[in-house]
Each structure stands twice: as C-alpha cells, then as structure tokens.
C-alpha cells in the first residue's frame, strides 16, 4: 500500500443516481488530486487541492463536485453522469503542489483508482 | 497550454534488449519531466524525474535524457526484463508558481518478450 487508499473500488450507477467517491491519503501531505483515466487517453488532471483548498477546476462538468474537508481526505460528488463518464477516478496526493525544483516534493503518490460505469 | 505527445503507443522488445520511449512537449517554459509506471490493474509509480537544467538522469537501468532545444525527452531502459512490462507516462510541469499544472501523455505500452 502506497498510503493512498480509495473507496469503492469499483461503482456502477445509473445517469440519475447521486455518488461519491472518497480518498484517503496517510502520508501526511498538503496537495490532493483527482485524474480522471480512460482507454488510450492521457491523465486527465480534474481537480488540485492544496491545503484544503482548491486551487485547479480544469473546465470539469458541473456533475463532478469536489470536496475537501481537511488534508487527509477529498471526496468526489457525482450527480446525473453521462455513460461517457465512465473511467477509472485517480486520486493522488503528494508533499507540496508540484514545483520545478524537483525533490521529494513532486512525487504524486496515486491510489488503487474507483472503476465507475454509468449505465 | 501545454501538450504532450508519446511516441510509440506501443512497444515490444525481447527481453535483455534495451527499450526507448520519447516524448515530446509544446511548452518551452516546461521544466520538470517525471516518468510513471503503470502496471496491469495497479497505480502509477514515478519511477524517475528531470529537471530542465540537467541533460540526463540516470538510476541503475533507468535513465532519462531532455533535450530542450528540440523539446523532448525520452526514457531508455537497458537489459528489460518481463517485469518492465506496463503502460508508462511521461509527464511535463508547465505554468508558474500556482498555476503550475502537470500535464500527462497518453501513455505508451511496453511489452517485453521472454
């Protein structure tokens, strides 16, 4: 285990249902991340945390609602998905907010992902 | 924003053979580049990093070289071994102070042949 644990594992809702998704992070670090991952596409970085507070929304539908509430943990809110929301929900955290100096710091520490299928 | 490209989508070597795999960047503000490893149904690990004032990293059969001027980098692994196999990421900071973001290729399999 890398510190960094998620919870489910895998959901399957359907367009109306409303879900979240839930990170823990034991590392003691101040960044947390949500990526989205689908089939042949790149890490889609959805959302950056940094001290509890957010500090990146890369243009992520209204749908997907993050939450912070203290260092330790980031949820994702999910409300009325499409099917093409479908991927594998990467949480990461690292250190500090990833910074060109390099160092212990940058390291983003991922956990297992949450399998979700919007039928 | 940045863009980053991996070239090839996908790679198979014979074991003890040496692999290499390239990326390419738009940003020429860019200046640190970690590789992930991915392996079947499990999470990316970074498995080494650069910073753009440093040609070429190196930890045991790992290295990483950048080139700034062409804007690209590329992972070498030497002897492969079964284990090497998995999907790899290259990755590249762009952006200042807070807004820095990292942004990831689309990643490109390895496949090493025993």
């Known amino acids: 285990e890398t510190g960094v644990t998620q919870t489910p594992r895998h959901l399957v809702m359907g367009m109306t249902n409303k879900k979240s998704l839930k990170c823990e992070q034991h590392l003691g670090h101040n960044a947390m991340y949500w990526y989205k991952q689908s089939a042949k596409k790149p890490l889609e970085l959805m959302f950056v945390?940094?001290?509890?507070?957010?500090?990146e929304n890369n243009s992520v539908p209204s749908r997907f609602s993050p939450e912070c509430p203290n260092s330790s943990h980031l949820f994702l809110h999910l409300h009325t998905l499409q099917p093409e929301d479908s991927a594998l929900y990467l949480c990461?955290?690292?250190?500090?907010?990833?910074?060109?100096?390099?160092?212990?710091?940058?390291?983003?520490?991922f956990g297992p992902g949450t399998r979700l299928t919007v039928l | 924003g940045e863009n980053v490209e991996q070239h090839p989508s996908t790679l198979s070597v014979q074991e003890g053979d040496s692999a290499v795999i390239k990326c390419t960047y738009s940003d020429s503000a860019s200046n640190y580049f970690p590789w992930y490893k991915q392996e079947l149904g499990k999470r990316p690990q970074l498995i080494i990093d650069?910073?753009?004032?440093?040609g070429e990293k190196k930890d045991q059969r790992i290295a990483v070289t950048l080139n700034k001027t062409a804007k690209h980098f590329s992972l070498h692994i030497t002897e492969t071994q079964p284990e090497d196999s998995a999907v790899y990421f290259c990755a590249a900071l762009g952006g200042v102070g807070a807004n820095s973001k990292l942004t990831f290729g689309k990643g490109i399999t390895l496949s090493v042949r025993p």
């Open positions: 990461a955290s690292s250190q500090g907010r990833v910074r060109e100096t390099g160092g212990p710091n940058n390291e983003q520490f």
């Open positions: 945390y940094s001290l509890e507070e957010r500090v």
């Open positions: 650069i910073r753009s004032n440093v």
